[in-house]
């Protein structure tokens, strides 16, 4: 074999490798799908809202979301999750007990909230599937705005804290009919574990099992 002859044969499989190793890169890419955004809301309503008079509400939210996708058969794995912060800010009518028109919805002029939520899926060939949610909201106390005995969404400790998972199972028969099973478990409610409304109803009594059939056409 002479020079030439040998270098050719050189790199032509250098070629055939790296065409193989871009191939399989591109083809992972194509089934890694990953996302991720920013979102946010300014807005002013009034508090009795759909009139259009009174005292007013402003909500200001940032948020970020995100979401993670792969998709290579026979397995599908995704995940999402968002987090928003929100500022609310009253009218004094709905604050301040020295305004002449105060209605006592808030003790606070402003509050905050935090709402998170994040969840993770696998599925086996389209059909057989399982997944995790987990939910957590906290904020400011306000015991005007939170603090009620009402059964079983009381609230003592004037916060609206509350953690959820959530667990679920399901099948897909055909494309368009779903059977699942879904676990709902609360490790906070309303500010507490235990007690939470003063009539000691503790968060495990809201823990529910949800049992679903659903199609889409």
């Given at each position: 074999m002479d020079a030439i002859t040998?270098?050719?044969?050189?790199?032509?499989?250098?070629?055939?490798?790296?065409?193989?190793?871009?191939?399989?890169?591109?083809?992972?890419?194509?089934a890694l799908l990953a996302?991720?955004?920013?979102?946010?809301?300014?807005?002013?309503?009034?508090?009795?809202a759909p009139s259009t008079s009174g005292p007013t509400i402003?909500?200001?939210?940032?948020?970020?979301d995100g979401q993670?996708?792969?998709?290579?058969?026979?397995?599908?794995?995704?995940?999402?999750?968002?987090?928003t912060r929100e500022k609310q800010r009253y009218g004094n009518e709905l604050w301040d007990p020295t305004n002449a028109n105060y209605v006592g919805t808030y003790a606070n002029s402003s509050n905050t909230l935090n709402h998170l939520r994040a969840r993770a899926t696998y599925v086996y060939q389209a059909k057989y599937g399982a997944s995790l949610a987990y939910t957590?909201?906290?904020?400011?106390?306000d015991d005007l705005h939170y603090n009620t005995g009402a059964i079983p969404f009381g609230n003592v400790?004037?916060?609206?804290?509350?953690?959820?998972?959530i667990a679920e199972l399901f099948w897909t028969p055909i494309q368009y009919v779903r059977v699942g099973i879904q676990y709902f478990k609360f490790n906070q409610f309303n500010g507490s574990s235990s007690n939470y409304d003063g009539n000691l109803r503790n968060a495990s009594d809201n823990n529910t099992v949800f049992l679903y059939i659903w199609g889409a056409y």
């Open positions: 040998f270098i050719r044969q050189a790199l032509t499989q250098a070629h055939e490798r790296l065409m193989a190793t871009l191939s399989g890169f591109f083809g992972f890419l194509a996302m991720i955004g920013l979102y946010g809301l300014n807005v002013e309503t009034y508090a009795s402003r909500y200001r939210d940032i948020g970020i993670y996708q792969y998709i290579l058969d026979p397995h599908t794995v995704s995940a999402q999750f968002s987090y957590s909201v906290s904020g400011s106390a400790s004037g916060t609206p804290n509350t953690r959820l998972w």
